[in-house]
């Protein structure tokens, strides 16, 4: 059950309110959201475009610029790759207005969710290379495309990403290395050694970054950019950014032109939704406007949403906003279904006891399993998957709460997966099915929300507790799962805080880790500082997947031990 609290982080709110004529309550709510210092303040009332940070602070920015600069004195064929959710939409329309002002020969590519999947893949690379594509630039995803950049660089094509989704990441001495993709030029924020200041932006604001660099270089006045305010509004609402700094400025631009913009095709769109006498505002975006731009790529085509922003007469967008608006209320019927079939499978089986729910639903449409997840994420307030039947393998969407990485638990599955890609809070993956339930342990298991402390794994029959540092369980659980040895599930549980502290003050060995243990009849719950150390791998692996409750107790008395000691089982 979720509890709401209200934050007490302290400042004079009197003061403020004075300063910056709101009242305190504002004051408050505006600390609790960590907008400190009067700058801070100021821009988060007050800030305006001219605020905005250049976009030649982003790596990569200068190479990308230069890079089209040069393919469209050559007239060389771009194809922008672009994704079928409202931010791939967004980011996909802003590239093609903007690469075909300052002259571009440019097409575009939505993939299809269900034939084509998320992101560029090997098939599409081949499709450029029929066409004679020299340059391809994505737009909402390419960070996780390693391979399929390679492949489209070693057939002579050049590659620019624009993304904003996490950076993939291997684990190399206790430090996060960077696992980018071969492109000419990468732009995205999260990449640890860009300087840009918002790493929280959404697929179409940094293609509208890339935009203004290019309008820049190509002499466009800069007024013609109040063009894309709009867009880069709904997107970041749309795909649930963050409200500060920029993207709050963006947003408040965009909002104040959506009411009277010029493109035909939002025109009708608020005009289909009854909205045109409505003051419009982030709600609609996220709860009227957005869900029809997104209905046509979870249960058609992504390509409609874009013909509606492309749309040159009042009749054509008139009629692809009636198709998106009746899109979304069969999406609205689809979703509530699922949901419940999502909250039935919970309730009646071993699901309803897990930290972390991962619910297959096989006959449910793969386009639904993000919604579907947010609302089972609300009901149960836990992180949540949803994975649904797909032609050659099941695909799913998860979403998550503030206290749990959802990108960061899927790379500990990695070889489990697919594919997979995110961010903290919501995720996507495509995985076999054989998997499902291997992934479902570890999250359940022994990983996520106690990841970054002591784990204590509990076999229910056993009633026996043993601690380990969270790499050394990770490590043992994870390889017992690849090797389909694991039999039973694992499950995490929380431990006192008295408890914890004592067990931090163990010692851990190279080769021998000291494990706490507490048994009934064994050791005296009372005493946690009496502990057995098992000696390496194989006897913790041993305890873990084979041992019963019974066996334990057999060799501890053979051992002669009652307390503090080492066993070499």
Known sequence: MEKWVIAAKRADFNQIGQQFHIDPVIARLIRNRDVIGEDKIREYLAGTVKELPSPWLMKDMEKAVDILEKKISQKAK??????????????????????????????????????????????????????????????????????????????????????????????????????????DAILNPKQYDCPYPNKNLCGAVVAFKYI?????????????????????????????????????????????????????????????????????????????????INASGRLDTAARSLALLNAKTKEEAARLAGDLTALNQSRKALTEKGKEEAIRIIETTELKNDRVLVVYLPDCHESLAGIIAGRIREKYHRPAFVLTGGETSAKGSGRSIESYSMYEELVKC?????????????????IEEKNIENVRVIMTGCFGLCAK??????????TFYSMVKPEDCEEIIKTHIMEGKIVERLLCKDIDGTVVKKLDELPFYKKQMRIALKNCGVIDPENIDEYIAFDGFKALEKVLTTMTRDEVIEEISKSGLRGRGGAGF
């Open 78 to 183: 771009v194809r922008i790759i672009g994704d079928y959710d409202i931010d791939g939409v967004t980011s996909t329309y802003i590239l093609m207005k903007g690469l075909a002002r300052i002259g571009a020969d440019v097409d575009t590519y939505i993939p299809d969710r269900v034939s084509d999947g998320y992101g560029i893949h090997a098939h599409l690379i081949e499709r450029a290379e029929t066409d004679r594509i020299d340059t391809i630039v994505t737009c909402d995803n390419g960070i996780a495309a390693a391979a399929e950049i390679q492949m489209a660089k070693d057939k002579g094509m050049t590659v620019i990403i624009t993304d904003h989704h996490e950076v993939p990441y291997r684990e190399e001495k206790g430090e996060r290395q960077m696992v980018l993709p071969p492109a």
């Open 212 to 292: 203004a660099a290019l309008y820049e270089r190509f002499g466009v006045p800069a007024e013609e950019l109040e063009d894309y305010y709009e867009l880069a509004a709904i997107a970041t609402v749309g795909d649930v950014m963050d409200l500060q700094g920029e993207n709050r400025i963006l947003v408040k631009e965009g909002l104040c032109r959506l009411k009277n913009t010029k493109n035909q095709g939002l025109q009708e769109l608020i005009r289909a939704n009854s909205l045109e006498d409505a003051k419009i505002t982030a709600y609609h975006i996220g709860f009227v406007l957005g869900p029809c």
């Open 414 to 430: 990695a070889d489990l997966m697919i594919q997979f890609g995110g961010h903290p809070m919501a995720a996507g993956l495509s």
């Open 453 to 462: 402390g002591p784990i204590v794994i509990i076999r229910p029959e056993d």
